[in-house]
C-alpha cells in the first residue's frame, strides 16, 4: 500500500468505518487494514521501515524473462544462459 492509501485507510477507520468496509474501499484484504490499525497504535506511525537484505540488482520482467530462457532451454548451462540474456539486452 502507498502512504497514501495508509492515510486514506486511518482516516476511514478514524471515522468510524469497519474494517471489512474499508478493506473493501481500498481494495486489500481485511486483515491489511487490521494490521495498519494495530501497527498505527503501537508506533504512531504510518511510514514504513527499511528493508532488510542486500538490494535486488535485476527487474521483475528481467526475472520473468531468465526464467522464460531456463524453462524452453532447461538443459542450458549458466554461461550459456547469461549469453542469450545479454544477446537480448543488447538488441
Not at 506511525?45 to 532447461?74: C, D, V
Amino acid at each position: 500500500m502507498t502512504l497514501e492509501q495508509r492515510n486514506r485507510a486511518l482516516g476511514m477507520l478514524e471515522a468510524g468505518m469497519a474494517v471489512t468496509h474499508v478493506a473493501r474501499n481500498i481494495d486489500v484484504s481485511h486483515c491489511t487494514i487490521s494490521r495498519l490499525r494495530t501497527k498505527f497504535n503501537a508506533t504512531e506511525s504510518l511510514k514504513t521501515r527499511p528493508f532488510t537484505g542486500r538490494p535486488r540488482k535485476s527487474t521483475a520482467n528481467e526475472e520473468r524473462y531468465i526464467t522464460l530462457i531456463s524453462r524452453r532451454n532447461r538443459f542450458i548451462s549458466e554461461n550459456n544462459r547469461s549469453v542469450l540474456y545479454n544477446n537480448k539486452n543488447n538488441c
